[in-house]
Nanobody, 116 residues
Framework: QVQLVESGGGLVQPGGSTRLSCAAS????????MGWYRQAPGKQRELVAT???????KYADSVKGRFTISRDNVKNTVYLQMNSLKPEDTAVYYC??????????WGQGTQVTVAS
């Protein structure tokens, strides 16, 4: 089993920046995919960004050019740097990990609120 613990987020002003972190309870070197999803009130959970073991990256169109996903295999952590935040980025952000042969792993979520 893998525990994913998110941190970061909170209240950010429009146009501001923040960084989310997701620490895994074991080595992420063998993880096939790690990434971030988000869910706004009344909406379905949606992909924000994913990063494969082979370093292929995918972003939602709505965050391209503003968000950056990265991983640190030594710290077993994946990050989401979020710049130029907009009110529509307000959501609960969930860390995600896919490991071959295991069920998908999710963090507990962290709230990001973009408001002045």
């Amino acid at each position: 089993q893998v525990q994913l613990v998110e941190s970061g987020g909170g209240l950010v002003q429009p146009g501001g920046s923040t960084r989310l972190s997701c620490a895994a309870s074991r080595s992420i070197v063998s993880f096939d995919v790690m990434g971030w999803y988000r869910q706004a009130p009344g909406k379905q959970r949606e992909l924000v960004a994913t990063l494969t073991r082979g370093s292929r990256i995918k972003y939602a169109d709505s965050v391209k050019g503003r968000f950056t996903i990265s991983r640190d295999n030594v710290k077993n952590t994946v990050y989401l740097q979020m710049n130029s935040l907009k009110p529509e980025d307000t959501a609960v952000y969930y860390c995600y990990a896919k490991v071959l042969g295991e069920v998908d792993h999710w963090g507990q979520g962290t709230q990001v609120t973009v408001a002045s």
